[in-house]
Structure formats: C-alpha cells, structure tokens
C-alpha cells in the first residue's frame, strides 16, 4: 500500500512536470528512553522502537528507493546517513528531540545540508 501510495503521488508530480527530490526521514527510537515518563508516551516509545528495530522502518525505506527508482525520483537517503550512525556506534535515540521520533536541532541540519549538497551536484 505504501508503495502504490507513493507511486501514485510521484506518478502525479511527473505528470505535471515537477522537479521531485524524494527525502528519507530520520531513524526513530531504537530503546524506549527513561528521559520518558508520560503513559501514552511511553507506550508510542515502545512502538516506535520495536518497529524501527524489527526492520519494519528498513523495509519501508527500502520501497521508498525502489519506487523512486521506477519513476525516476533522486532520493536525497538521510535515512541512510543515520543508519551509519548508528552502525558506527552512536545513540541515534539522544539525537531525537523526543527520545522517539523527531531529530534535534543540530541534526536538523544534516538533512538540510544533504539536501543542498544534492541540489548543487545535480
């Protein structure tokens, strides 16, 4: 569904002529964070974790690629910067804002220095 989803919008975009980058997101929590307290936070921690763990997150990534291949979308992977990251060793879950999906400040510019790198070698 997602991939039918996302090739119905790309299909849209080039069918009307727009330039298109496709932007990965980041990671999400990869433990639940004792920095989270809040019930419902908790629980949407746990989620959260188990499906960026599980390699739900990674098989979703991996259809976004595939679909913006097909349609020919260049895909500006910050997803894969992060993976990096944290196969290199770093807590990715500390560079969450909310300990479960939103990037802090300082990694916001990782995507919008990717992107412009992107922007300026096309």
Known sequence: AYSDALGSIFQ????????????????????????????VLLKIAE???????SGVMDAYMDAARQISSVFGIPVCDCYAKWKELYASGADTTLLLANH??????EMHKLFADSLLEMIMNR
Not at 18 to 37: A, C, D, K, L, R
Not at 47 to 53: E, V, W
Not at 100 to 105: A, E, G, K, L, Q
């Open 100 to 105: 479960i999906n939103h990037p802090t400040r």
């Open 47 to 53: 989620h959260t974790a188990k499906t960026q763990n």
């Open 12 to 39: 849209k975009l080039n069918d009307r002529g727009t330039e298109t980058i496709f932007m990965t997101p980041n990671m999400m929590n990869t433990y639940v964070s004792g920095q989270i307290t809040e019930d």
